[in-house]
């Protein structure tokens, strides 16, 4: 499969690799696991591997058998991770100083994340918000559950835009998760429905815990454009010549200005907004939103 003909992954190929990579970089000195605090309920073992807490290892088994296991715990909550990409045009810009496509660099992101969860015990999902043929995945568990992760992902197409069908049918899904679970958005935020900020921080209620994190391009983030420019929008069909030079300051103040109030929206709803550039270290995103989910849920 020649994954450039429906995604600009740029420099970030295999996806496989550097999700691992980020998300062993994430996980030096933390706890793997996505969730937080202990269960309350036994509920099986499973085979120790290099890296597990010993807190839960078996020591009667060890004792017995000689063998390395470790107790799990199942408790009321869902413990599901569920992933919401923004797989609209916009995603799928790239500027001259970033490494991939915008929607590339969320795919590294949730992967890892992803990876992490699945070794922590949680069972992860996938739901896209835009329109296209992009497939979601069920919520599961296990290996084989990241590995479907990944090749959603490497399948992903961005087009369209997200209209209110498309954004009130990845949310009903949403609404469903149960006290416990996470949902993690990842998107530029640009050109929304109305209201959207609204009901994605609605998402953060009975005892679920909701991040999103604004992934842009450091040409969004900077318009380093100088003099006479044409910008084209990704979404729709609005074309604009102008002075970069002289609309700059207008343009960042917009840009701060959309940052802040989806910022303020998902706080009033205890959730948090954590914007990245898609030139950062993933490692460094995902210790910050492993941080951010960790405060969250405290």
């Known amino acids: 499969m020649k994954l450039a003909a429906s995604l600009d992954w740029g420099a970030l190929l295999p996806l496989r690799l550097r999700a691992q990579g980020a998300a062993v970089g994430a996980m030096a000195g933390a ?20 890296g597990d807490d010993l807190r839960f290892l078996d020591r009667h088994a060890l004792m017995r058998h000689g063998t390395l296991a470790l107790r799990e715990f199942e408790t009321e909550t869902d413990r599901a991770i569920l992933f919401l990409l923004d797989s609209t045009a916009s995603m799928g810009f790239r500027g001259r100083r970033a490494p991939a496509a915008k929607l590339a660099v969320a795919a590294v992101i949730a ?18 918000l835009g329109a296209g043929e992009n497939q979601g995945l069920a919520a599961r568990g296990g290996s084989p ?34 006290a416990g ?16 900020a609204e009901e994605l921080a609605a998402l ?23 003099g006479p420019v044409r910008l084209q929008a990704l979404e729709g069909d609005l074309v604009v010549d102008t002075d970069a030079s002289e609309v700059r300051a207008l343009y960042l103040e917009e840009l701060a200005r959309l940052t802040a109030r989806w910022s303020a929206v998902l706080a009033s709803r205890g959730s948090r907004l954590l914007r990245v550039v898609s030139s950062d270290d993933p490692i460094e995103i995902v210790r910050q939103a492993l941080a951010a989910i960790a405060g969250g849920r405290g």
């Open 31 to 50: 706890h793997r696991s996505v969730r937080r605090g202990a269960g309350v309920e036994f509920a099986g073992h499973r085979a120790y591997t290099p």
């Open 111 to 128: 992967a890892a994340i992803g990876y992490i969860a699945t070794r922590g015990g949680d069972r992860i999902a996938l739901e896209w």
């Open 145 to 178: 559950s990241f590995e479907a992760l990944v090749a959603a992902l490497e399948r992903a197409t961005p087009g369209g835009e997200l209209g209110r069908q498309e954004l009130e049918r990845a949310l009903s899904r949403a609404a469903r998760a149960k």
């Open 181 to 196: 679970s996470v949902t993690i958005v990842l998107s530029d935020l640009l050109d929304f429905p109305d209201g959207a």
């Open 204 to 226: 953060a209620s009975s005892g679920r815990t909701l991040l999103v994190i604004q992934v842009l391009d450091p040409d969004e983030v900077e318009l380093p454009f100088v």
